[in-house]
């Protein structure tokens, strides 16, 4: 007998600006308003498939895709790929599934392609979880590779950085480093990297997180709690989730700890 499916599997082929994509995307309907996950770089949509296992979720609709690029996700032009274009996928996928307004997680580049959502569409956001999104320059300590270690080949540059991460001190990194192979296409690293990049050192990343008008939260690993601005962004309305035992990856690390707090935040945020 075959196992209920408890989401659905989908398929969007469509074009933006001459670059052809193909998203993959896991979803179900529900009548309360749906969370929209946006992975990082170098994971999936399936981080977020676990939502079906919490009790907390029961009825709650979500939408999760992979990024062009990544996982089952493809792009006609992976040099084309940056936040800006991730933002404009997120768009044109939330227009097919006729989502208006919606609760946003968003982890690492997922978090920074979130907030640059959040931004441009401020009344469509009812709250936000940022896991570890680069709202600082401090906070491309993965991107900042494609300046700190210079590489013309894409795939030599790729081979180095999965290495690099494999012996990384932090939780999850071995984990992490064991599967970039198969989630994130080499030649969509370099302008995925670059724009991160541009955007935390230049892009006033920080007062466009705070001036959200939506409830806020901030998960960040305990190893990542040196981080400079988290007494900062706390004192400006921002509540802070520190996830024990764990690096910048609560979903690999701690994920038991990650759901908890997010199904808490979202029952608070419903009731302002």
């Not at 190893?223 to 910048?248: D, F, M, W």
Request: aromatic share 10%; glycine share 6%; charged share 20%.
């Amino acid at each position: 007998m075959p196992a209920q499916k408890e989401f659905i599997k989908t398929h969007l082929p469509f074009s933006m600006a001459g670059v052809e994509v193909d998203v993959a995307t896991i979803q179900r309907d529900g009548d309360l308003a749906p969370i929209v996950f946006l992975h990082g770089f170098g994971s999936t949509k399936e981080d977020y498939a676990d939502i079906v296992r919490h009790t907390a979720f029961t009825g709650r609709p979500f939408l999760a895709y992979d990024a062009p690029g990544c996982g089952e996700s493809t792009c006609s032009d992976l040099s084309q790929i940056s936040i800006p274009l991730l933002v404009n996928t997120a768009l044109e996928v939330l227009e097919r599934f006729e989502i208006k307004s919606f609760h946003l997680v968003g982890h690492s580049m997922g978090g920074l392609t979130a907030l640059m959502l959040a931004h441009q569409n401020p009344g469509r956001v009812l709250s936000f979880v940022d896991i570890e999104g680069n709202i600082a320059p401090e906070d491309c300590f993965l991107s900042r590779q494609i300046v700190n270690y210079p590489e013309a080949n894409p795939e030599r540059f790729f081979d180095e950085f999965i290495e690099r991460t494999l012996h990384a001190p932090a939780y999850a990194s071995a984990l992490y480093a064991s599967s970039l192979r198969h989630k994130v296409r080499a030649g969509a690293v370099r302008g995925i990297f670059q724009s991160m990049v541009e955007l935390s050192d230049n892009g006033d990343l920080m007062n466009k997180f705070l001036d959200l008008a939506c409830p806020k939260m901030f998960m960040y690993g305990e190893q990542n709690r040196s981080l400079s601005y988290l007494n900062h962004i706390e004192t400006n309305g921002v509540r802070l989730a520190e996830i024990p035992k764990c690096g910048h990856f609560p979903m690999y690390s701690n994920p038991v700890a990650m759901w908890e707090e997010i199904a808490d935040f979202h029952a608070a945020a419903e009731e302002v």
